[in-house]
């Protein structure tokens, strides 16, 4: 019975393996670091992934540019680890890549396929290869008409935002909790700060999303100072959040005061808890 259960166990493995890296595959090469356009290639991936062995096909072309290469490759997996070695050249047109490997990791945490394309003869590349899997049909001519999404694929990385598949889990995952403060206060506690920039990330990961920052306090105090104070404490989370690059336009603010508790404000446990910013996408 435990043979049986392993067995099946190591199919079921197999069979999401194979579902996780089969298809196709787009991304940036750069040629080094620099980042410069001329420097820069959209790459594709076809993969078809059996019990370890990876048959790609893969395409290469120069950023705003006409010219590509074509090739096949042939390869392996070992746990989340894929190295491809050329096997043919299908057609090039205005390039010359040559023999080249890529080895490539999966990331866990951003959903990227990240590595190197290593040329035939290079001991050390400086190349850098990253990957996201599309809901797509492989195409044998060119993928697509322009590669201006090369530059907002740049910039996800550098904002460390998620690959496309992998950010659509990662909102419906996203719960809003309340930020707190001090009484009479509206500095943020350093111990939000770690939440607030997963609010960022998912910012930066859905352009169009906007955020409602809601300002309250406890029951102290006058209503109208009470509305300021509420005032205060969003505008010091507008202000976390514009000098980690978030538009003001894509922030709405509103300050309710002490007209919304969500507690009892005859206790110190209650009022704590009305001293609050809510949260919510709109």
Same mark, same amino acid.
């Given at each position: 019975?435990?043979?049986?259960?392993f067995a099946?166990?190591?199919i079921?493995?197999k069979i999401?393996?194979?579902?996780?890296?089969s298809?196709?595959?787009q991304?940036?090469?750069?040629?080094d !670091?620099?980042?410069?356009?001329?420097?820069?290639?959209?790459?594709? /991936?076809k993969? +078809?992934?059996i $019990? *370890?062995l990876?048959?790609?096909k893969?395409?290469?072309e120069?950023?705003?540019?006409?010219?590509?290469g074509?090739?096949?490759?042939n390869?392996?997996?070992?746990?989340s680890s894929?190295?491809m070695?050329?096997?043919?050249k299908?057609?090039?047109s205005?390039?010359?890549?040559?023999?080249?490997?890529?080895?490539?990791?999966?990331?866990?945490?951003?959903g990227?396929?990240?590595?190197?394309?290593?040329?035939?003869?290079?001991?050390?590349?400086?190349?850098?290869?990253?990957?996201?899997?599309?809901?797509?049909?492989?195409q044998e !001519?060119?993928?697509q008409?322009s590669?201006?999404?090369?530059n907002? /694929?740049?910039? +996800?990385?550098a $904002? *460390?935002v998620s690959?496309?598949?992998?950010?659509?889990?990662?909102?419906?995952?996203f719960?809003?909790?309340?930020?707190?403060?001090?009484?009479?206060?509206?500095?943020?506690?350093?111990?939000?700060?770690?939440?607030?920039?997963?609010?960022?990330?998912t910012?930066?990961?859905?352009?169009?999303?906007r955020?409602?920052?809601?300002?309250?306090?406890?029951g102290?105090?006058?209503?109208?100072?009470?509305?300021?104070?509420?005032?205060?404490?969003?505008?010091?989370?507008?202000?976390?959040?514009?000098d980690r690059?978030?538009?003001? !336009?894509r922030?709405?603010?509103?300050?309710?005061?002490?007209t919304?508790?969500?507690?009892?404000n005859?206790?110190?446990e209650g009022?704590?808890?009305?001293?609050?910013?809510?949260?919510?996408?709109?």
């Amino acid at each position: 019975m435990h043979f049986i259960f392993f067995a099946f166990s190591l199919i079921l493995s197999k069979i999401s393996f194979t579902q996780k890296f089969s298809g196709t595959w787009q991304g940036m090469y750069l040629l080094d !670091s620099t980042n410069l356009p001329e420097r820069t290639h959209a790459i594709y /991936l076809k993969l +078809d992934v059996i $019990n *370890g062995l990876i048959d790609a096909k893969c395409r290469v072309e120069q950023f705003s540019s006409k010219n590509y290469g074509y090739y096949s490759l042939n390869g392996t997996i070992d746990k989340s680890s894929l190295t491809m070695k050329f096997s043919k050249k299908i057609k090039e047109s205005g390039m010359t890549l040559g023999d080249f490997n890529l080895v490539l990791s999966y990331d866990e945490a951003s959903g990227y396929l990240k590595g190197q394309l290593v040329k035939k003869g290079e001991k050390v590349s400086e190349s850098i290869v990253v990957l996201y899997k599309q809901e797509v049909e492989w195409q044998e !001519s060119n993928q697509q008409s322009s590669h201006n999404w090369l530059n907002r /694929l740049k910039k +996800d990385i550098a $904002n *460390g935002v998620s690959s496309p598949a992998l950010r659509k889990e990662e909102l419906k995952a996203f719960k809003f909790q309340s930020i707190y403060f001090d009484y009479d206060k509206f500095f943020l506690r350093p111990a939000y700060h770690d939440y607030l920039l997963g609010i960022v990330k998912t910012l930066n990961s859905h352009s169009d999303l906007r955020l409602k920052i809601t300002g309250h306090t406890d029951g102290d105090g006058s209503n109208a100072y009470n509305i300021a104070l509420s005032k205060n404490r969003a505008q010091a989370i507008i202000k976390f959040f514009n000098d980690r690059g978030i538009e003001k !336009s894509r922030i709405v603010i509103d300050f309710k005061g002490e007209t919304s508790p969500i507690d009892s404000n005859e206790s110190e446990e209650g009022k704590q808890r009305n001293r609050r910013v809510d949260f919510e996408f709109i």
